[in-house]
């Protein structure tokens, strides 16, 4: 089941240079206003730390990010970009 973005309550975060919100919820795209970006967060193997976002998430889902801006895609194929030390200009 995912949460409105309406209802849900979200927290200030960097990713690199670009500022958002996140929630560690799965959230309905369709509730987010349209001028904001929508990415999920992974963590790789559940260790706890965010390594990747792109537009969905399946598995080891850390949760959703909001921005104004655009994330930079570091895979095109995936359409995923990461966030571990050397990536989303670290």
Request: proline share 4%.
């Amino acid at each position: 089941m995912r949460e409105d973005a309406k209802t849900e309550l979200w927290m200030p975060m960097r990713i690199g240079n670009i500022q958002g919100w996140y929630s560690d919820m799965r959230i309905e795209r369709s509730s987010v206003p349209g001028w904001l970006h929508f990415w999920e967060l992974a963590d790789e193997d559940s260790n706890g730390d965010p390594c990747w976002y792109k537009r969905g998430i399946l598995g080891n889902f850390y949760g959703t990010f909001l921005t104004t801006g655009i994330l930079p895609v570091d895979d095109e194929k995936w359409k995923a970009g990461d966030i571990r030390e050397g990536g989303v200009g670290d």
